[in-house]
């Protein structure tokens, strides 16, 4: 039989040095990215090669994504400045799907924004352990696993591009690749991982990059505030303010050991600003004077 060879682009993971449910932390000055690529040697006939290629389609949004990350729960993260002044629609609802469930009634007890040290990147509903948890929209189930911070942790990939996380769940009911539909359970209520009382941590994200939960559900009535989403940069407004609280949690966590990178157009000052520090104590960690020129991929001790 004829063989034919290929490689598959095995996608990295964007992995940030340290993420939590609550913070998953976007300054890319604090994230260590592995970019590497790497490509493995395929061997498959023709007939292999065409399930190959039909199970590739079969992935939710795989033309957006390109890829099919079970591992790793934050695996790409979409360019917000490519939006620039266009906007991008995602349709919520359409006749075919199930529409949209409210994946569990509960009150609010935290929303998406800034909160003392960290960014809330989800907003969290109240409940009790053992509580049924629903999924929001028709999709098929990315991750399902254990995580130091989300605790069992569920995301659901949209066919519109949207994903759905359902964090610190007391069980996970669903298997990886698994099809599920709005209002299917596929979990219980818990308090796993960085948690403190039991409530469902739910993000909805566009290719990594998080939304305001509350731009598209109404947590009052428990159903979409449209059938369409827009997206624009204004949409993700919020990550400046993002990247401030990340500052401020790093530098009240005094930096401990974690050094920052020089990149092109760096200055001392611009960096103690970043890490909410002064030029004097950076000179002093890094042992330098106020004056040095800082060179390309130099490692200073914030
Ligand atoms: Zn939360």
């Given at each position: 039989m004829k063989k034919i060879f290929f490689s598959i682009l095995l996608f990295s993971s964007l992995q940030p040095a340290f993420a939590s449910a609550d913070n998953n932390i976007i300054d890319s000055a604090e994230i260590t990215l592995s970019t590497a690529i790497d490509t493995v040697p395929f061997v498959l006939d023709e007939e292999e090669m065409m399930d190959y290629n039909d199970s590739l389609v079969s992935f939710p949004a795989y033309d957006l994504y390109c890829g099919w990350d079970t591992v790793n729960i934050h695996s790409i993260k979409f360019d917000v400045a490519s939006l620039k002044d266009s906007t991008k629609n995602i349709v919520l609802f359409d006749e075919k799907s199930c529409g949209y469930v409210h994946p569990f009634e509960g009150k609010i007890t935290s929303t998406f924004g800034p909160r003392k040290k960290r960014y809330h990147y989800g907003v969290d509903i109240d409940l009790e352990t053992g509580d049924c948890v629903a999924a929001a929209f028709d999709g098929k189930v990315r991750i399902a696993k254990k995580s130091?911070?989300?605790?069992?942790v569920i995301v659901i990939r949209h066919a519109n591009g949207l994903e759905t996380y359902y964090a610190h769940l007391s069980k996970i009911n669903v298997e990886i690749g698994q099809e599920v539909f709005a209002g299917q359970v596929i979990g219980l209520g818990g308090n796993t991982g960085r948690s403190r009382g039991s409530h469902l941590h739910f993000e909805v994200r566009y290719m990594g990059q998080p939304l305001n939960p509350s731009q598209l559900i109404s947590f009052d009535q428990h159903k979409l505030l449209s059938d369409t989403l827009t997206l624009s940069s204004k949409t993700f407004n919020y990550l400046s303010e993002a990247k401030k609280a990340a500052a401020k949690s790093y530098s009240a966590k005094g930096g401990k050991g974690k050094i920052y990178v020089v990149k092109k157009g760096d200055t001392l000052s611009a960096i103690a600003k970043k890490y909410g520090t002064t030029t004097k104590a950076l000179c002093q960690k890094n042992g330098i004077k106020p004056t040095a020129k800082l060179r390309l991929g130099q490692k200073i001790k914030t």
């Open positions: 130091k911070s989300y605790g069992n």
